[in-house]
């Protein structure tokens, strides 16, 4: 092929001489055709090596542009995404996890929970206006609230006593309006008689929220600090998703050494230290 498309281009480059044809003819048949370094300027690229040179340059800026274009629509898709995400955090719920024993008998240094935000009028970033609450609270309500002595803490605690209630705990009991409440989710180790088990009488302002942890022997709450503004409520927990066994030591550790050893043993221990059975709970 090489050498008949060589013909080819000698034949169409020079016109036949009728006088020196059978020479030609003649010197073909006696000696193999040679071609010289100077003959090769004359050969003519075959049709296709052609057409890909015509079309290589379009080729690779079509290719250039279907990249660029992927680009785009992949960037486009993961500030969607980003922007779904950072708004079901700012308006509908949020996980954390709880790193005291405040609540225990009822929640558990380790669980991870999903908070719902969205009945309780979430905060619209940067202005600060809330959302309309679709939801009033109730004693014996579990809610997230931001701490009032630090606004920059979340705390979790049970509504003893909502606003215009009268409130004292005795012996351990805790009477609200004078009658007293049960309350089965509540522990409590000290004896009775200690002063952890009596507190009061006090009158809960209106607007204002008296909070306790159902670990009465072991919890800050409105005892200590007073009450919770009802505007610093800003969720509550719906389900355990996750629990894992851990002391609340290695959960506030915030040292970034720490941090990583820590994570490196959830790798190491997550099956075994997993609490299977509270996956899914609802609160």
């Known amino acids: ?12 480059a020079a016109p036949a001489n009728p006088a020196t044809t059978s020479q030609g003819m003649a010197a073909a048949i006696a000696s193999p055709a040679i071609t010289s370094p100077a003959d090769s300027s004359h050969v ?59 609540m225990e008998g009822t929640i558990l240094v380790g669980d991870h929970l999903f908070m719902d935000k969205l009945l309780y009028g979430p905060e619209i970033p940067l202005v600060h206006w809330r959302l309309p609450a679709l939801k009033t609270i109730h004693r014996g309500d579990i809610v ?14 049970r509504v003893a006593a909502i606003g215009g209630d009268s409130l004292e705990i005795k012996n351990g009991v805790l009477y609200v309006n004078s009658k007293p409440v049960q309350e089965p989710y509540a522990v409590h180790h000290a004896p009775v008689h200690s002063p952890e088990e009596s507190w009061g009488p006090t009158v809960v302002p209106e607007g204002k929220l008296f909070v306790m942890g159902d670990n009465r022997d072991n919890s800050s709450d409105s005892r200590d600090w007073g009450f919770v503004p009802m505007s610093n409520v800003i969720g509550e927990p719906l389900f355990v998703y996750w629990s894992y066994d851990a002391p609340t030591a290695r959960w506030l550790d ?13 790798a190491g221990n997550f099956f075994s230290n997993t609490r299977w059975s509270r996956t899914g709970m609802l609160l």
Not at 1 to 10: E, Q, W
């Open 1 to 12: 092929m090489p050498m008949h498309s060589l013909g080819l281009c000698d034949r169409a």
């Open 44 to 102: 003519c690229p075959s049709s296709s090596s052609a057409v890909v040179a015509a079309k290589s340059p379009a080729h690779s800026e079509s290719r250039t542009r279907r990249i660029l274009g992927s680009l785009r629509l992949s960037t486009r898709r993961l500030i969607v995404l980003a922007a779904i995400v950072l708004g079901m955090r700012i308006f509908v719920g949020e996980a954390s996890v709880v790193p005291t024993a405040s």
């Open 144 to 157: 997230v609230f931001r701490y009032p002595k630090d606004v920059t803490e979340t705390f979790l605690k």
């Open 254 to 266: 915030e040292n970034p050494g720490h941090r990583i050893s820590f994570y490196a043993s959830i």
